[in-house]
Antibody
């Protein structure tokens, strides 16, 4: 079965770049029916969507983080990655990678979108501190 | 402040039914489909409901989803102590071109 696993430093200095990788095992990331997403969750808080990447390299980002985020995919390694720059203590959180099914019916006006996250990594805690 | 609004907490006795609401707008719930997730303490969220009230393999029929206008509801019947968790709703927001989540609802089974 397909599994996702986050990896990367657990401690990042303020103003530096947070870099995480999600390795997909048990299946190919290149199957063109899924988006590959990053979410995060601060202590005691709710889920925050960071952004996603399609196998083509197309991306969508949370407008509140867009200026600091880059998500990319490496088909040869069956991985996708998150880079968040200029981090502060507010970026301390558990970071999750997830697989997203996403469909649209553009014959409708306005188009109808259907999405869900069916597979999640276990999460990795990243602390921003000097 | 989350784009989707959920009650912070709900509670009910074992064996009873509970509903969790998720309120949004025409650009998200009003036009698109809602998914629901269960997050047990210390674990990653797990998909409960997706598409038109579909359940992934292994999710019991006790869990159901519905939508009316710009609000969605998760229903859980035959409550068990193992259902104690935080529940999140999520959907695509067409105006933001982004995924949005509710703030989460903590379910306590008394």
């Amino acid at each position: 079965q397909v599994q996702l696993q986050e990896s990367g430093p657990g401690l990042v200095r303020p103003s530096q770049t947070l870099s995480l990788t999600c390795t997909v095992s048990g299946g190919s990331i290149g199957i063109g029916t899924f988006y590959w997403s990053w979410m995060r969750q601060s202590a005691g808080k709710g889920l925050e969507w960071i952004g996603r990447v399609f196998v083509s390299g197309n991306t969508n980002y949370n407008p509140s983080l867009k200026s600091r985020v880059i998500i990319s995919v490496d088909l040869s390694q069956n991985q996708f990655s998150l880079n968040l720059n200029s981090v502060t203590a507010a970026d301390t959180a558990v970071y999750y990678c997830a697989r997203e099914a996403f469909f649209s019916n553009r014959a409708e006006v306005p188009p109808v979108f259907i999405n869900w996250f069916d597979l999640w990594g276990q999460g990795t805690l990243v602390t921003v501190s000097s | 402040q989350s784009v989707l609004t959920q009650p912070p907490s709900v509670s009910a006795a074992p064996g009873q039914k509970v509903t969790i609401s998720c309120s949004g707008s025409s650009s998200n719930i009003g036009n698109n489909y809602v998914s629901w997730y269960q997050q047990l303490p210390g674990t990653a969220p797990k998909l409960l409901i997706y598409d038109k009230n579909k359940r992934p393999s292994g999710i019991p029929e006790r869990f159901s989803g519905s939508k009316s206008g710009t609000s969605a509801t998760l229903g859980i019947t035959g409550l068990q102590t193992g259902d104690e968790a935080v529940y999140y709703c999520g959907t695509w927001d067409s105006s933001l071109s982004a995924v949005v989540f509710g703030g989460g609802t903590k379910l306590t089974v008394l």
